[in-house]
């Protein structure tokens, strides 16, 4: 059974730090890209980080850029992103994504955290 658990959401103030983290199951995760995306009410879901298969690359967003920094443990099925100066905008639900490498390209999801940068 394929499980993506987030973890590490919750409040923080403009300015704070937060790092997420998200334990996978359930299929090989060294022959998965992982992603992190997230989404504000009443947005579109965005990507935020995008980490190939043995985090040889690693992408930003434009709005995280300086800000956010995404990492991968392959050894222990396990991605994180690690959010520094959180802004108000920051404020969605986060999520985590695995996409295959290979045919058929499976594609999963986690169940999202809560982020919430306010004063």
């Known amino acids: 059974q394929v499980q993506l658990v987030e973890s590490g959401g919750g409040l923080v103030q403009p300015g704070g730090s937060l790092t997420l983290s998200c334990a996978a199951s359930?299929?090989?995760?060294?022959?998965?890209?992982m992603s992190w995306y997230r989404q504000a009410p009443g947005k579109e879901r965005e990507l935020v980080t995008r980490i190939t298969s043995a985090g040889g690359s690693i992408s930003y967003a434009d709005s995280v850029k300086g800000r956010f920094t995404g990492s991968r443990e392959n050894a222990k099925n396990t991605v994180h992103l690690q959010m520094n100066s959180l802004k108000p905008e920051d404020t969605a639900v986060y999520y985590c994504?695995?996409?295959?490498?290979?045919?058929?390209?499976?594609?999963?999801w986690g169940q999202g955290t809560q982020v919430t940068v306010s004063s």
């Open positions: 359930g299929f090989t995760f060294r022959q998965f890209a």
């Open positions: 994504n695995a996409h295959g490498d290979y045919y058929p390209f499976y594609d999963y």
